[in-house]
């Protein structure tokens, strides 16, 4: 089921990877572009009319009230909200060991140098909706946020055709401490979150998932404020030596598989044998899946295996690709992560399933896609942060360093910038 690779083309699979990041065609572009404008002229009217063309649904409010959140979240089942709220505290002890400190540097003749680490003031969450419901993805989002300390979390999810929001999904945005709650999905929801109207405020960064359309939306309204990314279809790679149970690796193959008809499994083993004892567990287990018919189209037409004769070699074939999620199913993997220089996170050893980060185990499942590894980092406190510089110099520091401020301005020919230290040097001199 997995088609073989020959080691030395990993350079042609670490390409065909990172092109896989989401491609928006222009009808999309200009399709959200209409609507975002009819949302910023408009404001709730638009988003009235919208929810009603795209979700089937005519709202009276916008916001969920908490009388509405109480009533879907007692639709909750008991050993789910149980399973959350471990899971919330999971999350939180891994993402509280994240937060950065302010710090002051001092030096001589009283000059002293510092940043500020500061949350932002706001942030909207998207959830999708319809017949996907992801609570883990509130958790994820909204948890960090929290831990970082931002004032004002706001999450936006469409409504089923009743005009409710699903339970699980309230459940976990009050076990997330989400503060306002709208019943709006799509673009519009995009723009409402960025430009604001009469009911939603404006935020100051959107994180979330969402289909093509609130991709496209997010691309467009980032400038205006910050975005998470544009994540591509979902990745797995695993890295199995000959202690590897063909039947785990070919769960955890398939647990990215069921994701999308795009979702990219990669094997790299020590052995082709390792390689058929897979592919064999695959189409055993794959044939009792709900999902069979997108795990089968993910798997044939990006499902990929190489050979490599090292686990160093596996290693370096995996950072070339930069997977968002990477598995080295291998004894003792701690030895070898230093290894690991590009993967948006890492699973270690025979029984760490990628379903575990996902769900449960504290690190956070929103990763970088598509090769994006190679340079950025999975969501964290860092992405709910901002960092300000100060910087304080006395009459007897700019009177010893002011000449060279000055020299180095006259060099760029930025004669004002030369001044204003001159004129302060020039008022000391007359004293």
Known sequence: MLKPINKNDSQTLAKYVSERIQEISADILLTATDIIEQVRTQGDDALLALTKKFDRTELASLQVSEQELDQAIARCDPAFMDAMRQAKKNIEFYHKAQKQNSFLLQKEMNIYLGQRVIPLDSVGIYVPGGRAQYPSSVLMN????????????????????????????????????????????????????????????????????????????????????????????????????????????????????????????????????????????????????????????SLASHGHSIVADSIEEA?????????????????DPMSYLGLVRHAGSVFLGYYTCESIGDY??????????????????????????????????????????????????????????ANAAKVRMEAYDSE
Not at 210 to 216: D, E, F, K, L, Q
Not at 315 to 331: C, F, R
Not at 396 to 416: P, S, T
């Open 315 to 331: 290693i370096d074939i995996s950072n070339q690709i930069a997977p968002e999620h990477l598995e080295l199913m291998i004894k």
């Open 142 to 297: 909204a948890i960090p946020a929290h831990v970082a300390g931002v004032r004002r979390i706001v999450m936006v999810t469409p409504p089923g055709p009743d005009g409710t929001i699903h339970p699980n999904i309230a459940f976990a945005a009050r076990l997330a401490g989400v503060d306002e709650i709208y019943k709006v999905g799509g673009a519009q929801a995009i723009a409402a979150l960025a430009y604001g109207t009469q009911t939603i405020k404006p935020v100051d960064k959107i994180v979330g998932p969402g289909n093509i359309y609130v991709a496209a939306a997010k691309k467009l309204v980032f400038g205006k404020v910050d975005i998470d990314m544009i994540a591509g279809p979902s990745e797995i790679l695993v890295i199995a030596d000959e202690g590897a149970d063909p039947e785990f690796v070919a769960a955890d193959l398939l647990s990215q598989a069921e994701h999308d008809p795009m979702a990219c499994s990669i094997l790299i083993a020590l052995s082709g044998e390792k390689v058929e004892a897979v592919n064999k567990a695959l189409r055993r287990q794959s044939t009792v899946l709900p999902k069979r018919e997108i795990v089968e189209q």
């Open 360 to 417: 449960f185990g504290g690190t956070n499942h929103v990763l970088p896609t598509s090769g994006t590894a190679r340079f950025s980092s999975a969501l964290g406190v860092d992405s709910f942060i901002k960092k300000s510089s100060y910087l304080h110099y006395s009459r007897e520091a700019l009177d010893a360093y002011g000449a060279m401020i000055v020299k180095m301005a006259q060099e760029e020919r930025l004669d004002a910038h």
